[in-house]
């Protein structure tokens, strides 16, 4: 069944119900078996959007997806004299509805996707100077912007954030974690929380963005323990190949008939994974789409060294598992140090937690400690004590030619891992290059993160900046239009959040923006078309 803008939110539900269950409550029979030689046939869903990745990014979009716009306030002022003349030409119209690249033309942030400051200086105006400026946006449901969606997503609603340590504060402030239309201070009142600090804990972020889905009515377009094994676009058409004429052709031989009814929803990618049932067992499923979203995070693979014995079990490389450890009470009582290797915020909470038990620590990491890329550097000390104290003993606690380790913490900079051994020993090397043995209980590496985009064809390769890469959030983000975040070198396949860069939930945001702008343009050109009575005239892909 192919569904488009005529279709009504009741018979969308009803084939949700179908696939995937109904997580409002009604029983149904399970999701259908699909055999993997199925063929696209009437009996399968078709969605304009499949989005993948129920974290912040896929809440975001979902949430403007469902028909929420965004206006200026009646009495809002922003304190960018030129933005606010700007906003002011068009203020009866939806941020949604007005041109991106003309708002966000001459704004400067913290992220590379000017459409991620824009909509950043409009929720949060001159946040980086340290003002707790209002939005100057409100926000209404419009019904008949609703575009058909499904989020899959392998846990609840918050993606990552419900699997991060729960004893460190974010990085953040809780006011730049929120989400449109419900503001972190609210959720905290409702729910009773005493938020002692303008930083908060992952799980107080994490129950936020659940709770979040369920307020604003998204939960329909929400399907949990979802897992996707591929996603391969249908067919290549000569318009494939020609990304200016996509945009503007559609042949007939595309168009899907439904109750002899012309729909305008191109299967354009076949989205194949299962289902987690309550008992364990799998349930596959097959969707097609006319459009997916890529809202996966950069969580999904560990960064590792790739050195030998890495793979020992004695060797981690997460904070779940560190903390696990010492919470089952594996290193109480152990002679010798934790060896961690990182210099990025995780490590610093890493070296926290074990300093926090009691635990001595090798800290070990490639820079040199004045090093101005460091994240340390970035941070204020009065808002972020904890790291400056991280940061203070790996400037005054390292080590030396000459030099015993220290009884609690011992910092190696400028030095690499060269092998782990059998014997729990770790192989060290200097920037002068001499080597050092090091004994330890455990080795924690803790040095970034990346997507795990194995379901895409090249394993998403293809779409990155640098081709035939991995997708990395720093090096290598997926190629994007800045103003519709469609990739470049794969029509009707979206990305935002870390994948295009923005790490920071601020600017995410921006991504959902540029996309439902970019959808709800092609679905108004596909209805004028069908109210013209014109199917296989001119339209949009």
């Keep these: ?11 969308l539900l009803n084939s949700f119900v179908q696939y995937f269950g109904d997580n409002l409550g009604r029983k ?8 993997e030689t199925v063929l696209p046939g009437d009996s399968l869903l078709t969605l304009p959007v499949v989005i993948i990745g129920n974290g912040p990014s896929g809440i975001c ?23 606010h003349t700007k906003l002011e030409e068009a203020r009866h119209l939806s941020i949604v509805d007005q041109d991106l690249e003309y708002l966000s033309e001459g704004l400067e942030g913290r992220s590379s996707n000017p459409v991620a400051v824009l909509f950043d200086t409009l929720l ?44 460190m504060l974010t990085i953040s402030f809780g006011d730049w974690m929120e989400l449109p239309g419900l503001t972190f201070k609210e959720w905290a009142a409702s729910k009773r929380r005493n938020i002692k ?8 972020i994490a129950c936020y963005y659940k709770h979040y889905v ?17 996603v391969s676009r249908l067919y290549r058409g000569k318009d494939d190949e020609d990304r200016s004429q996509l945009n503007e052709n559609i042949s007939t031989q595309h168009l899907e008939m439904e109750d002899g009814q012309k729909s305008l929803t191109k299967r354009n990618w076949e989205v194949r994974g299962y289902q987690r049932a309550t008992d364990g067992s799998h349930v596959p499923f097959c969707l097609f789409a006319e459009n997916v979203a890529l809202a996966t995070g950069t969580f999904d ?90 940061y203070h003993m790996m400037c005054t606690q390292s080590h030396t030619v000459d030099s015993n380790l220290h009884s609690a913490y011992t910092s190696f900079p400028e030095h690499n891992v060269l092998s782990f051994k059998p014997e ?18 455990v080795a924690l590496v803790l040095i970034g993160s990346h997507p795990n985009l194995f379901f895409l064809k090249d394993q998403g390769h293809s779409i990155g900046h640098h081709s035939n890469q991995p997708i990395t959030c720093k090096g290598n983000p997926v190629e994007i239009d800045p103003y519709t975040y469609e990739c470049t070198k794969e029509a009707n396949l979206f990305a935002l959040g870390p994948l295009v860069g923005d790490n920071f939930v601020r600017f995410l945001k921006g991504g959902a923006l540029g996309i439902a702008r970019c959808l709800a343009i092609r679905q108004k050109k596909k209805h004028e078309l069908i109210e013209s009575g014109d199917g296989g005239g001119d339209g949009v892909p």
């Excluded at 369920?214 to 591929?230: A, C, E, H, P, W």
């Excluded at 009691?358 to 790291?387: A, G």
């Excluded at 729990?424 to 209980?441: N, R, T």
């Design 28 to 35: 149904v029979e399970r999701m259908p078996l699909i055999e």
């Design 124 to 167: 949060h105006p001159d946040a980086d100077f340290g003002y707790d400026y209002p939005p100057v946006l409100h926000w209404k449901l419009e019904q008949h912007n609703y575009i058909p969606h499904i989020v899959l997503g392998k846990g609840p609603p918050g993606g990552a954030w419900h699997s991060m340590e729960g004893s």
């Design 1 to 11: 069944r192919s569904y488009s803008g005529p279709e009504t939110e009741g018979q």
């Design 424 to 441: 729990m020993k770790c192989v060290l090397q200097s920037a002068s290059g001499l080597k050092k043995i090091l004994k330890f209980s």
């Design 301 to 390: 693979s560990p960064g590792r060294l790739q050195v030998e014995g890495e793979d020992f079990p004695f060797v981690l490389h997460s904070m779940s598992d560190f903390g696990a450890a010492i919470s089952k009470g594996k290193l109480r009582g152990k002679a010798d140090p934790v060896l961690i290797v990182g210099a990025g915020l995780t490590a610093a909470d890493a070296v926290l937690c074990a300093y926090n038990n009691n635990i001595p620590v090798i800290h070990v990491f490639r820079r040199r400690v004045t090093d101005t890329s460091l994240i340390f550097k970035q941070l204020p000390k009065k808002l972020y004590p904890e790291y400056h104290k991280v």
């Design 197 to 204: 600090s303008d930083r908060v804990m992952p799980e107080e």
């Design 214 to 230: 369920k307020v604003m009515g998204l939960q329909k377009n929400f399907r949990d323990n979802v897992y996707i094994t591929s």
């Design 61 to 83: 979009l979902s949430y403007l997806l469902s028909g929420y716009r965004p206006y200026l306030s009646p009495e809002a002022i922003h304190p960018n004299p030129i933005l």
